[in-house]
Structures are given as C-alpha cells and as structure tokens.
C-alpha cells in the first residue's frame, strides 16, 4: 500500500526556516518522482519543487527558487523539503505525492497518483 506521510510544518517567522520531512512506503523512491505542492487559504494549489526518480534532479517553482532545497534519502525512504527566507506568502498546507516514472512536471499535479495528507506551515510577519 502507497502511503506518504508529511512532518516538520509548524509556526515560523518570517525570514525563519522549517524543513519538512516525506515519508513514504509501499513503493521504491528510485522509480517515482516525488513533488511537493502547497495550498494556501482560498487559493489553488500550487507547484512547489519536485526531485527525478533515477537521477535525482531537482525543479523549483519560481517563487522557491533559492530559497527551498529538495532531497531524498532513498535509504530511509524520505523526501526532504528545506524551506528558508520563509516569507508570509509561503503559508499553506503543503503536501507531498508520488508520480509513476521518472519526472513529473510540478506544472502537471494530475501526474501526480499519491498524496499525503499536509502539513501546514505558518509564516507570520
């Protein structure tokens, strides 16, 4: 059974960094692609970075961009996203979710097949 599991949001200020955490089981991190994605209050969802099944390369939505850093350690089955200079616009549940194949654009969430259940994050001013 897929199940991916979000950790590490929480209340930060703003400039402040949190790192979430993705865990995930029933499937093998080296032939799926792993995105994050945020939604904030009565917006729409929104692509946030996503890492390549078998190289592990890395996509950045615009508004992360030197900011978030995406990993993985395969070996513990975990999907890492380090988010600094958080600003208040950053605020949002953020989910994580798993796509068959290699890379799946951020662009295209309906590639996305499984999806955690978020965590939020909280940036305050």
């Known amino acids: 059974q897929v199940q991916l599991v979000e950790s590490g949001g929480g209340l930060v200020q703003y400039g402040g960094s949190l790192r979430l955490s993705c865990a995930t089981s029933g499937f093998n991190l080296n032939y799926y692609a792993i995105g994050w994605f945020r939604q904030a209050p009565g917006k729409g969802r929104e692509g946030v970075s996503c890492i390549s099944a078998s190289e592990g390369r890395t996509y950045y939505g615009d508004s992360v961009k030197g900011r978030f850093t995406i990993s993985r350690d395969t070996a513990k089955n975990t999907v890492y996203l380090q988010m600094n200079g958080l600003k208040p616009e950053d605020t949002g549940v953020y989910y994580c979710?798993?796509?068959?194949?290699?890379?799946?654009?951020?662009?295209?969430?309906?590639?996305?097949?499984?999806w955690g259940q978020g965590t939020q994050v909280t940036v305050s001013s």
């Open positions: 979710a798993a796509a068959i194949g290699d890379y799946a654009p951020i662009e295209e969430p309906d590639r996305y097949k499984y």
